[in-house]
């Protein structure tokens, strides 16, 4: 089962983007949690909280109780989060509000495990990974973590797919009707700079130097035979 983690936060009453510029200069990042039918909550957070969250990884398939101060505690996703272009301060945050009962869409991490006895990296392959993410369909209380692929069994060419892993918590691809495919363990590629260069031809027999021998030594004979050709 998911981890869920805490988030304090302060309410706002007033929407817009001067309000907004207002919480951003008393050093606070403003939020919003929306969804499940009700009303919008404003809220202000601490960017040092936001910034530690996304350090983390995985954090759009993490819980979050966000605890208004004097108010109430919501159960919520943390969608999208804005940037600073320069300075890649968070400026704002979107939170998902969670329905009790509801499926919700998430991507989940992909994590490979056993990679050091794995027989075809052992042997020089290369981890391909083809799908770092995979979007489900999940209950609020039974988000995976990751999905966990075991590699100890996998060998130059094996094909690592949907069905590889092991434990879904009753999420469901987002991906119906095919098993497809997440990561590969391909053969190792020899770089042609580093390639040995190919052997040099043998010399064929009877040609070269010692096949030119006969015709050297018909040229004296046939200078011989012009001087006696005057005579006459």
Same mark, same amino acid.
């Given at each position: 089962?998911?981890? $869920?983690? =805490?988030?304090?936060?302060?309410?706002?009453?007033?929407?817009? !983007?001067?309000?907004? +510029?207002?919480?951003? =200069?008393?050093?606070?990042?403003?939020?919003?949690?929306?969804?499940?039918?009700?009303?919008?909550?404003?809220?202000?957070?601490?960017? +040092?909280?936001?910034?530690?969250?996304?350090?983390?990884?995985?954090?759009?398939?993490?819980?979050?109780?966000?605890?208004?101060?004097?108010?109430? $505690? #919501? =159960?919520?996703?943390?969608?999208?989060?804005?940037?600073?272009?320069?300075?890649?301060?968070?400026?704002?945050?979107?939170?998902?509000?969670?329905?009790?009962?509801? +499926?919700?869409?998430? !991507?989940?991490?992909?994590?490979?495990?056993?990679?050091?006895?794995?027989?075809?990296?052992?042997?020089?392959?290369?981890? &391909?990974?083809?799908? +770092? #993410?995979?979007?489900?369909?999940?209950?609020?209380? &039974?988000?995976? #973590?990751?999905?966990?692929?075991?590699?100890?069994?996998?060998?130059?060419?094996?094909?690592?797919?949907?069905?590889?892993?092991?434990?879904?918590?009753?999420?469901?691809?987002?991906?119906?009707?095919?098993?497809?495919?997440?990561?590969?363990?391909?053969?190792?590629?020899?770089?042609?700079?580093? %390639? @040995?260069?190919?052997?040099?031809?043998?010399?064929?027999?009877?040609?070269?130097?010692?096949?030119?021998?006969?015709?050297?030594?018909?040229?004296? %004979?046939?200078? %011989?035979?012009? @001087?006696?050709?005057?005579? !006459?």
């Amino acid at each position: 089962m998911v981890q $869920t983690y =805490r988030i304090p936060a302060v309410a706002r009453e007033q929407a817009g !983007k001067g309000a907004a +510029r207002a919480t951003r =200069r008393s050093g606070l990042v403003p939020g919003v949690i929306y969804g499940a039918k009700l009303p919008s909550t404003m809220v202000s957070l601490d960017p +040092r909280v936001v910034m530690k969250e996304m350090h983390k990884g995985g954090w759009q398939s993490h819980l979050y109780d966000i605890e208004v101060e004097g108010g109430t $505690t #919501e =159960r919520v996703l943390m969608r999208e989060v804005q940037f600073h272009p320069v300075s890649d301060k968070p400026l704002h945050v979107d939170f998902q509000r969670l329905a009790p009962g509801a +499926r919700i869409k998430v !991507k989940v991490p992909v994590a490979f495990t056993h990679e050091d006895t794995c027989p075809g990296i052992k042997a020089g392959g290369v981890l &391909n990974v083809v799908r +770092r #993410e995979i979007e489900v369909l999940a209950e609020p209380a &039974n988000v995976p #973590e990751a999905f966990h692929i075991d590699l100890s069994e996998a060998a130059i060419g094996a094909s690592l797919r949907m069905s590889a892993i092991k434990d879904m918590l009753g999420a469901k691809p987002v991906i119906l009707g095919r098993d497809f495919m997440v990561a590969s363990i391909a053969a190792p590629t020899v770089d042609a700079d580093l %390639a @040995p260069p190919p052997p040099a031809p043998e010399p064929v027999k009877g040609k070269g130097k010692a096949a030119a021998k006969p015709a050297a030594a018909a040229a004296p %004979a046939a200078a %011989a035979a012009k @001087p006696a050709a005057k005579k !006459k």
